[in-house]
Structures are given as structure tokens and as C-alpha cells.
């Protein structure tokens, strides 16, 4: 079993910069694919990034792009989301998602961090 803890949310204003972090911890070793999705009031919740095992390869939603970049430590079982020039639109609740290596679903996920941006 593998659980993921989120944490770097918090409270900035437009233009402004955010670092989420997401630790994993129990059977890490046979994690591949991770991502991270959000969820805002009254919205369905939608993919922002992810990075295959090795981290040579990443993708983003559109809304991500040119703003978002997700990396790895796989040594301390953490994933990142770097978020710069953040909008009033990006204010979700952030989670953390994680596949096995073969699996073709997310297995585990996190309880998510909040992310504010203030106009």
C-alpha cells in the first residue's frame, strides 16, 4: 500500500508563485506515473500535469502550459509542481495521484492541498 501527503498550499496574489510538494510513502518502489489534479467549488475535477517514472517524460493541460512544471526525487519519493505567474483561475484544491508501474489508473491518491490566488 502506498499514501501520498500533499503539502506547500497556501494563500498568494496574482502573478505570484507557489512550490507543492507530495511525499509518498509504504510500497514506493513500484510506483510509475504521477500526477497532479485539482478541483475548484462546484467543478468537476481536472488533470494539470504529469511525469512518467524515470521523469523523461511530462505533460500538461493547456491551462498549465508555459506556467506549471512537474519534476521528481524519486530517492525521496516526492513529486513537485512548480506554479509560476499564478491566476485567480488556478484557485483549486490540489491533489497528488499516483499509478503502479504496468497500471493504467491512478491507484492512490492524496487528500489534496489548497491553493488561493487573490485578485
Known amino acids: 500500500q502506498v499514501q501520498l501527503v500533499e503539502s506547500g498550499g497556501g494563500l498568494v496574489q496574482t502573478g505570484g508563485s507557489l512550490r507543492l510538494s507530495c511525499g509518498a510513502s509504504g510500497r514506493t518502489l513500484n510506483l510509475g506515473v504521477m500526477s497532479w489534479f485539482r478541483q475548484a467549488p462546484g467543478k468537476e475535477r481536472e488533470f494539470v500535469a504529469s511525469i512518467s517514472r524515470s521523469g523523461g517524460s511530462t505533460s500538461y493541460a493547456d491551462s498549465a502550459k508555459g506556467r506549471f512544471t512537474i519534476s521528481r526525487d524519486n530517492a525521496k519519493n516526492t513529486v513537485y509542481l512548480q506554479m509560476n505567474s499564478l491566476k485567480p483561475e488556478d484557485t483549486a484544491l490540489y491533489y497528488c495521484?499516483?499509478?503502479?508501474?504496468?497500471?493504467?489508473?491512478?491507484?492512490?491518491w492524496g487528500q489534496g492541498t489548497q491553493v488561493t490566488v487573490s485578485s
Open positions: 495521484a499516483a499509478s503502479t508501474l504496468l497500471g493504467t489508473e491512478y491507484a492512490y
